[in-house]
């Protein structure tokens, strides 16, 4: 029976602990959007065109190379708003876990 016990505990894909974890993170991932990027950029064209008028092609290779930076000056309290909805998802996890442990130990505590 013990085992049938165990099968109960874990009968949600994730477990609650790996939720706690992840909104977790989340909160860390959604303070971030206050935050400046940089992000390296490139680009490079071949172009090549057949007989001008003067019967001379052209080749022309273009590459470009870059770093572009982002500073989030204002989004409308979007951020914000992110940040909250992680901490009340990271409380809601924390209440499931705290209620995944009660069933456990109401099930394990019941004489059979």
Partial sequence: MAGNSLGKQFKHPNPPRDTV????????RAKAGHL????AVASYNDTYANASQ?????????????????IPLYQGGVVNSRIRQSVLNKQKALDDLEFSRRQTELENSVPI
């Fill in 54 to 70: 003067y019967g001379f092609g052209s080749n022309l290779k273009n590459g470009t190379i870059g770093l572009q930076l982002q």
């Fill in 21 to 28: 974890k992840l909104s977790e993170q989340e909160i860390e």
């Fill in 36 to 39: 400046p990027t940089l992000d």
